[in-house]
């Protein structure tokens, strides 16, 4: 209201013209919503600097046309306030600061309940429900008994007769004949007689006289709610050029809450499209652990092109992807989200991450030829310590060891995805237990202040002290890592969405695997269950072993069947025991329900009863048929 009062030339000093009741600032319980300081003076609406009501001294055209030409500056000021808003509560509180004290002395604010978007059918019943209500106090004398020259300023508690917080507007009743009108009217009319008590509840209809303007708010296609000014005894009465501005801060206010609504369905479905495009949740791995993040590039762009997975291969092991499409667009967020599907169904197969790159590029120019993107995926074995690294013109990922040593990894950088014709190059690089892989976005790194190799040594600067603070045999907790990593943003750091994803790497050691090659022959079952005796024997799982060497006996039964070369049977002790079967046939198992007098299709159905978990995935050289189970509490091993 500040900039409202000096456009008005409303900006001097209080002066004391009798003993009427002057108003002044009284500070509001918690603090203000701004710093701004209003002062109602000069001689426009009917006012005098102390809101009493003005004499006829001066000449009367003069004084007349200095009126209109306050209003209309007046209501030129209040229009931008309102119009300034973007959320609802901005343009609420942008209305109720533009009214008070300068045009009332209180305002209430009556919103749908619930507020209808766009086209939506409103629901019924109509229900108005008081959003905010503010008004003005008199200032307290001193103990001398002489008053105090302040400003005044907007009180959110209401002193009167507080007013209904919830209206149900009948068909056929007064109010919904206001409403309908869309005109704001006098409070002392006939028909607002009647509506007042119905929107404000009993009691509360209003001081007398034209004290009140009730105003409905009239959106783009249907009302939205209603003001009520009031102005108090000591101040004249509202008259019909009053009932004009009111009509105009009405119609502002209501256009802005259409705005504010749409807005906020736009920023909903934004979040929405995002969310839907990420992970709910990483995956629990046995032999590794992982923690990630997401921040838009800012609350006015909520949707980017920046994404993170990881994705759950056979063995234990783990894709680890990070990728930034270009643009912060809807269209952005959608090719992105195809990418990353993508991405997955290729990592599903099993391939190479070179291949895998090669694929997603060849997909990108399928989609269309501005498809632009950067990616970096990573496959970790938990049993070789091993992290294989394709990299198609995304920022390195930075690898933090045991001890505080932090190095920028050496990949190919590769060219974007989309541009085609391009070879990408994969790294094999150890994958030591207890370090932490730290795959991001150029937002984390880049900014207006800084260019993009300045930011990564920055990073690696942050891991190397977060890892020296933990020890030298432990690592920092992986969550509060990702958390202090962020906060290595500054102001202006921000132009750009940011993904995030750290990888903790356990491990699994040597004598916690077992692993034998079987000929595709009748006596193999047999076989497989003494091997995985002897394992289980090893390990002290002698428990486990009947169920171990019933499922199996299935499963190792089915792949010998269509296999034409030497099947594959691993066992992994982590935290669980993990079988895996692999064999070269493609056809993967579907389980089946046997009829009474089958002898076979019972396997599957045993392996689903019996396992924690099972699956089957399909590779480029066959398939792998895996299950897990459970271990004594005993037994089980935690990752490092």
């Known amino acids: 209201m500040e900039e409202i009062a000096d456009e008005l030339g409303c900006r001097e000093p209080l002066r004391d013209t009798g003993p009427e009741p002057r108003w002044g600032r009284l500070i509001p319980d918690g603090p203000p ?9 000069g001689g426009f609406f009917g006012t005098t600097p102390n809101n009493s009501p003005s004499g006829d001294e001066g000449p009367g055209n003069e004084l007349v046309l200095k009126r ?19 959320d609802l509560d901005e343009i609420i509180l942008g209305l109720c600061r533009a009214a008070v004290p300068t045009f009332a002395d209180r305002i209430l604010v009556y919103l749908r309940d619930p507020l209808p978007v766009g086209d939506e059918r409103p629901v019924t019943p109509f229900v108005l429900r008081l959003r905010r209500s503010d008004q003005l106090r008199p200032t307290i004398e001193e103990s001398d008994g002489s008053p105090r020259a302040l400003t005044p300023v907007l009180d959110p508690q209401p002193e009167p007769a507080s007013p209904a917080e919830r209206s149900e507007v009948r068909s056929g009743g007064a109010l919904a004949e206001v409403l309908r009108g869309v005109r704001p009217v006098f409070g002392d009319s006939a028909v607002a007689r009647t509506a007042l008590p119905e929107l404000l509840g009993d009691g509360c209809s209003g001081p007398g006289k034209h004290q009140v303007i009730l105003a409905p708010l009239r959106g783009r296609r249907r009302v939205v709610g209603a003001a009520v000014f009031e102005r108090g005894a000591e101040r004249p009465a509202f008259d019909s050029d009053d009932l004009l501005v009111a009509a105009q801060l009405a119609t502002q206010s209501a256009l802005g809450i259409d705005k504010a609504v749409l807005y906020g369905r736009e920023a909903y479905i934004a979040d929405e499209l995002q969310r839907t495009m990420l992970p709910d949740s990483l995956p629990q791995m046995s032999a590794s652990q992982l923690a990630s993040r997401y921040l838009p590039a800012a609350e006015t762009a909520r949707v980017g092109g920046d994404w993170y997975d990881a994705i759950p291969l056979p063995g234990s092991r783990v894709a680890l992807v990070v990728g930034d499409v ?10 992105m989200g ?20 090669h694929h997603l590029d060849e997909q990108a120019q399928r989609l269309g030829s501005d498809r632009m993107a950067t990616c970096l995926y990573a496959v970790y074995d938990p049993v070789s310590h091993q992290i294989t690294i394709a990299n198609a013109g995304h920022p390195p990922p930075i690898l933090l060891h045991l001890g505080g040593r932090a190095e920028v990894l050496r990949v190919s ?10 070879d990408f190059e994969a790294v094999e690089l150890d994958a030591p237990a207890g370090g932490t892989l730290l795959l991001y976005t150029d937002g984390l790194v880049e900014s207006r202040l800084r260019d993009v190799w300045t930011g990564i040594e920055q990073l690696r600067e942050r891991l190397a002290t977060n890892g020296r603070l933990a020890g030298p045999d432990h690592s920092p907790p992986l969550e509060a890592l ?31 695997v077992a692993y034998w090659y079987l000929e595709p022959e009748e006596a193999a079952p047999g076989r497989a269950r003494r091997l995985a005796r002897r394992a289980l024997g090893r390990w002290g799982l002698n428990d486990l072993s009947d169920v171990v060497e019933l499922l199996i006996s299935e499963v190792v039964t089915n792949a010998v069947r269509y296999a034409e070369r030497p099947v594959a049977l691993r066992l992994l002790r982590t935290d669980i025991l993990r079988c895996e079967v692999g064999d070269d046939s493609p056809q993967l198992p579907r389980q089946r329900r046997a009829r009474d007098m089958d002898e076979g299709g019972r396997g ?5 009863r019996l396992a924690r978990r099972w ?3 399909r590779l480029s050289t066959g398939k792998v048929v895996w299950f897990e189970l459970s271990l004594p509490s005993d037994q089980v091993l935690r990752p490092k």
Do not use: K
């Not at 919503?33 to 003076?41: H, I, K, P």
């Not at 270009?326 to 090719?335: D, V």
């Not at 950088?413 to 391009?422: E, R």
């Not at 599957?604 to 689903?608: A, D, K, Q, T, Y």
């Open 604 to 608: 599957l159905f045993l392996v689903n």
């Open 33 to 41: 919503a701004d710093d701004w300081d209003v002062t109602t003076s």
């Open 326 to 335: 270009m643009g912060h667009s809807m269209t952005s967020a959608a090719i």
């Open 615 to 617: 699956g089957a995935t």
């Open 482 to 512: 990702c958390d202090d990593v962020l906060d290595m943003l500054g102001p202006g750091d921000r132009d750009d969405d940011i993904a995030l994803l750290a990888a903790r790497f356990g491990g699994i050691a040597p004598r916690d």
């Open 413 to 422: 950088p590769g060219a974007p995805i989309g541009v085609g014709g391009v």
């Open 68 to 86: 209109q030409s306050d209003r209309i500056r007046y209501v030129g000021a209040a229009s931008r306030r309102i119009s300034r808003g973007i």
């Open 338 to 357: 195809q990418l990353r599907t993508t991405v997955q169904t290729l990592a599903q197969l099993d391939l190479p991450p070179q291949e895998v790159l």
